[in-house]
């Protein structure tokens, strides 16, 4: 089945540099890559997403990377605040029985430090 | 405005207890999730529903008993649970469930505790 691997586990970064979180899939009909940040307590919230027909898209200080050859993709956040602190999930819709599912990695915790 | 609504926010139940999760969306959204996330892990898929049948049961436990009474309402109805099904349970939303409408907007979850 699809799995989606996701490096690295924890990223840890002083304020104002920039991180990068990188996804792998495995399914290659595989075509919506969204990104969640998740805070203690809350549930997920998207941030990005990015289909298969385009390789990059940006939205203020997060962009996101895909190159569908490698089957990877990639979170970038420039200019880190402490905010920015939370747990991050890509995820990698797969159809099945007609219906998308979405499959998720196993998560980023990025600290980011004043 | 994207919100998804969860109620309880916490719940405590024994384990002869009888209790249920709701979940409220008013975006006109009509597949509607369930998911469960232990501390740590990703969420993980329970339970679709397209248009309010139930499209997708990821071999759930019959202790979970979904339920999807109108287009804007989903619930989830828990018996006899057991210890280690206390985790967050998180109830998403997309536009529809096919491709170019499956970005999903999640709840802020219900934690459950089972004694």
């Keep these: 089945g699809e799995n989606v691997e996701q490096h690295p586990s924890t990223l840890s970064v002083q304020e104002g540099d920039s991180a990068v979180i990188k996804c792998t899939y495995s399914d290659s009909a595989s075509n919506y890559f969204p990104w969640y940040k998740q805070e203690l307590g809350k549930g997920p919230q998207l941030i990005i997403d990015i289909r298969s027909n385009v390789g990059e898209k940006k939205d203020q200080r997060i962009a996101v990377t895909l190159n569908k050859t490698a089957k990877h993709f990639s979170l970038h956040i420039t200019e880190t605040q402490p905010e920015d602190s939370a747990v991050y999930f890509c995820a990698a819709s797969i159809r099945s029985g007609g219906y998308n599912k979405l499959i998720f990695g196993a998560g980023t915790r990025l600290a980011v430090h004043p | 405005d994207t919100e998804v609504t969860q109620t309880p926010k916490h719940l405590v139940m024994g384990m002869t207890n009888k209790k249920s999760l709701k979940c409220e969306q008013h975006m006109g959204h009509r597949a509607m999730y369930w998911y469960k996330q232990k501390a ?49 349970y998180l109830c998403a939303s997309s536009e529809g469930p096919g491709m170019s409408k499956e970005t999903q907007y999640f709840g802020p979850g219900t934690r459950l505790l089972v004694l």
């Design chain 2, 40 to 88: 740590k892990k990703p969420p993980e898929l329970m339970f679709v529903y397209s248009y309010e049948k139930l499209s997708i049961n990821e071999s759930v436990p019959s202790r979970f008993s979904p339920e999807c009474p109108n287009s804007s309402l989903l619930n989830l109805h828990l018996h006899a649970l057991q210890p280690e099904d206390s985790a967050l």
